[in-house]
């Protein structure tokens, strides 16, 4: 048997059946594509982080990119290029955060791989790094030197402390 999702057991069905509420009470039809603050937003995918409301942010608003660590990577340059050519993207803004499970060194979370699914993960790039910082200001340049986004786009780095809340600019 499954819930319609094709996955066993209904592992799944507590979120259709929260989904059910959520589409009798919905009500952001007419929304636009576009990001209407002009904002894309990198962060991690860590559940203790909450893109809009740690900003401010309302549906709409923004263009969330969520991965591991919140880093820059070839999926994300392509998404931004999308979105500042056809989506209303007029700024980026890169959050990764405190605490975070892909900062310390590769190796490290490649045997923390192994240990627990028994597999050789040395072939996938992680993109871990050893200083938050350090690894937000690579990536603001790889964003700001891709020939794909409008030059002059402001793109700009802060780190989110999952302890407080609190957004910290990248000083640079």
């Known amino acids: 048997m ?59 608003d923004a263009k969330i990119l969520r991965n591991a660590g919140g880093r820059v990577t070839d999926d994300v340059l392509r998404t931004l290029a999308l979105g500042a050519h056809l989506l209303g ?39 871990t790094t050893e200083d938050v910082r350090e690894g937000l200001r690579r990536d603001l340049q790889r964003i700001r030197s891709w020939p794909y986004l409008p030059s002059g786009l402001p793109v700009a780095g802060a780190v989110y402390d999952v302890d407080t809340g609190r957004v910290e600019p990248l000083e640079e």
């Open 89 to 127: 993207v007029t700024r980026v803004l890169v959050v990764p955060h405190t605490r975070c499970r892909m900062t310390g060194r590769e190796e490290d979370l490649h045997a923390a791989l192994r240990e627990r699914s028994g597999m050789d993960t040395r072939s996938l790039e992680l993109r």
């Open 2 to 60: 499954t819930d319609g999702t094709g996955a066993p057991g209904g592992a799944f069905d507590d979120l259709l059946a929260a989904n059910q509420e959520y589409a009798a009470g919905f009500s952001l039809q007419g929304l636009e594509a576009r990001a209407g603050r002009g904002l894309a937003l990198l962060t991690c995918m860590d559940s203790r982080i909450e893109p809009l409301a740690m900003l401010g942010l309302r549906p709409g």
